[in-house]
């Protein structure tokens, strides 16, 4: 080992040793971690008792149902007679309240239908209204059978959830059509008892939801009224608990464009997500301003206007769902502050609607960072080209197939110089390939390798030819490719928009099923993907042909410029038809601009351009030429 070798080891070991001296955690840093991990670890005590007390509240709302119907008629809400002392026992002061009758209110405007349960005054079911499932079913976001959400607090050493108990509302309907340019609230509230049988009218929790005509966003704020002698004494923050098994709405998933987790926003940073394929759990110790529910094109968000405090957010798929649209199932935890005052206000949002990014983008709070179009300079090629021109060219009503050919259009015409760049430059290579070969001969043997490359270099250089411009304006083409590769498969506009032979631009387009599925490919054929393919190879085997001395002094590239099109053709069977449409169009494009070249770059007067060039004195090297070439010669010095 020499003393170089010596040297960069002990730079890495004292970088290492000072990052880890540099990252260990002050004493202070240690006790307020601990402080919040026994925050979390108390919450989730906590929590687990709440589902015991669930428990117990449905064992005893199917006890008390069975009384009802067997010994008396059925009584009103509210006016609990039998077995209210084991009641009591068991739910303090909300026992009145823990048994009643399911009832089902709906509030509605033009985008959403919201199916609220007084059993726990929460949500039970949304249904967007402009869109349905792949499968032709109203889309609705979540099961209303396993969906859950409720507020967590001590009552005399009790445990309350209300989830499991019975919210009154003073609505006359059960159906709230909110009209154009209006607004509508609705009301739930669960009372303190005032007695066997009596509802305390002054002391209650209240969810009051506000909805406005053609909006999917609407306030759902909670109401504490008169619970300081209620709720424990000690009581410093309400822990909300939200729960849902979000349902399937695609016919295949995309990881392109992200498969369904939690995204989060801090307060005053950026949005994170948890993982989307593996089950996750995340104890969160910073102040959140929202959380939502992603599915591929769907969300479902609950905002704070001021922010949540400590808790946990957890996904995971169940191995044994009770429906076949089953998804994912997905949780959130967190504290709400709670100030022991006599009227409390918690003014919080709810979002129930599709990932379309302007949509989202007008919340101006960061819900559009939630749609997958790329991170850096992919991302701002997305955001401020691509889907500008998108929704431009969508506002025309055209077929999405029609859309995706004009886009391409304007991206190939925009790259245009830089495509007649690279065919410019391997004209020049083609041309120069004769004297290229004339030098190969006359160094042949793997010693004068340098000398071979200092000549050909030479020869470019008189000719007025670079190697590298051919490859430079290839790279500066790479970030709209990629760019395009994420916008696509997130795009909410190609969802159930058909295109020839494809029914749906968002999802594969299949032409034949296969009786088996083939590993990393599938058990269907997608037509789209067999053009992009075959389209791909014509394009590699047209490009090589122009290259010429390039790639034959790169063979093992060649070959792997042939195989990336068959590895892509099991990638792309399975996803969105529109990308592999895209990319097609964008190869017959390319051919076409390929034959246009041939006609505008006259080889014959680019080789006469040529000797001219060698004629004339030769420039002065550039620092970065001159670099290269002592590199070089130092290189052949060692050997």
Request: glycine residues 6%; charged residues 20%.
């Amino acid at each position: 080992m020499n003393r170089n070798s010596i040297i960069g080891f002990l730079l890495i070991a004292a970088i290492m040793v000072g990052y880890t001296v540099w990252m260990t955690p002050s004493a202070e840093e240690m006790a307020e971690k601990n402080r919040v991990q026994d925050s979390i670890a108390t919450a989730n005590r906590a929590r687990q008792i709440v589902l015991d007390s669930l428990q117990r509240i449905e064992a005893a709302a199917v006890v008390q149902q069975e009384r009802q119907t067997i010994e008396t008629p059925q009584e009103p809400v509210g006016e609990i007679s039998t077995d209210y002392t084991a009641l009591k026992n068991s739910y303090d002061v909300f026992a009145n309240s823990a048994v009643g009758e399911d009832k089902t209110y709906i509030l509605e405007n033009d985008l959403v239908r919201i199916e609220i349960g007084n059993k726990g005054g929460f949500i039970k079911n949304v249904e967007l209204k402009d869109y349905q499932t792949f499968d032709s079913l109203p889309l609705t976001l979540f099961n209303p059978e396993t969906t859950n959400f409720g507020l967590s607090f001590f009552v005399n050493s009790r445990v309350i959830n209300t989830s499991g108990f019975y919210f009154q509302t003073d609505a006359t309907e059960t159906h709230i059509k909110v009209g154009y340019d209006k607004q509508r609230s609705f009301s739930m509230r669960l009372y303190a008892d005032a007695g066997e049988g009596q509802l305390d009218k002054s002391k209650y929790i209240e969810y009051l939801y506000t909805l406005e005509s053609d909006n999917y966003m609407f306030d759902f704020t909670i109401n504490v009224v008169n619970m300081q002698n209620v709720i424990a004494a000690n009581t410093n923050y309400l822990d909300l608990n939200w729960y849902a098994d979000l349902r399937k709405q695609e016919k295949s998933a995309d990881q392109f464009s992200g498969l369904p987790t939690i995204y989060y926003k801090y307060t005053n940073d950026e949005v994170e997500y948890m993982d989307e394929k593996d089950d996750d759990e995340e104890a969160i110790n910073t102040k959140l301003k929202w959380v939502s529910f992603k599915q591929r094109f769907f969300s479902s968000v609950l905002i704070a206007k001021n922010n949540f405090d400590n808790g946990t957010l957890k996904v995971f798929t169940q191995e044994n769902p009770s429906s076949d649209h089953y998804l994912r199932s997905m949780q959130a935890d967190f504290g709400l502050p709670y100030n022991k005052s006599s009227e409390i206000s918690i003014p919080l949002q709810f979002y129930f609607g599709p990932n379309q990014f302007y949509g989202l983008k007008s919340y101006d709070i960061g819900l559009e960072d939630q749609i997958p179009v790329g991170w850096g300079i992919f991302g701002w090629i997305n955001k401020f080209i691509v889907i500008p021109i998108f929704s431009w060219l969508g506002s025309y009503g055209w077929n999405y197939g029609i859309v995706i050919l004009v886009l391409t259009l304007m991206l190939k015409t925009a790259l245009f110089p830089i495509a007649y760049k690279t065919y410019l430059s391997s004209a020049k290579m083609r041309v120069l390939k004769p004297e290229v070969d004339e030098l190969s001969k006359k160094y042949p043997k793997k010693d004068d390798a340098m000398k071979k490359q200092q000549a050909v270099m030479g020869l470019y250089k008189k000719a007025g030819a670079n190697p590298a411009s051919g490859c430079i304006p290839m790279l500066l083409q790479m970030p709209i490719l990629i760019a395009m590769f994420r916008f696509f498969p997130a795009s909410i506009e190609l969802r159930q928009q058909s295109f020839l032979w494809a029914t749906d631009l968002s999802s594969y387009d299949s032409i034949y099923n296969l009786p088996f599925n083939i590993p990393y490919y599938g058990d269907h054929v997608s037509l789209f993907t067999l053009l992009m393919t075959v389209s791909t190879i014509m394009y590699t085997y047209l490009n090589n042909q122009m290259m010429g001395a390039q790639t034959q002094q790169m063979p093992g590239m060649k070959t792997m410029m042939y195989i990336m099109p068959i590895m892509f053709l099991g990638l792309f069977n399975n996803y969105a038809s529109g990308l592999s449409y895209y990319y097609f169009l964008a190869n017959i494009i390319t051919f076409g601009q390929m034959f246009a070249f041939r006609y505008l770059i006259n080889e014959d007067k680019l080789r006469k351009q040529i000797e001219v060039n060698k004629k004339k004195p030769a420039k002065k090297k550039s620092a970065f030429q001159k670099r290269l070439e002592d590199a070089a010669k130092q290189r052949g010095g060692k050997r």
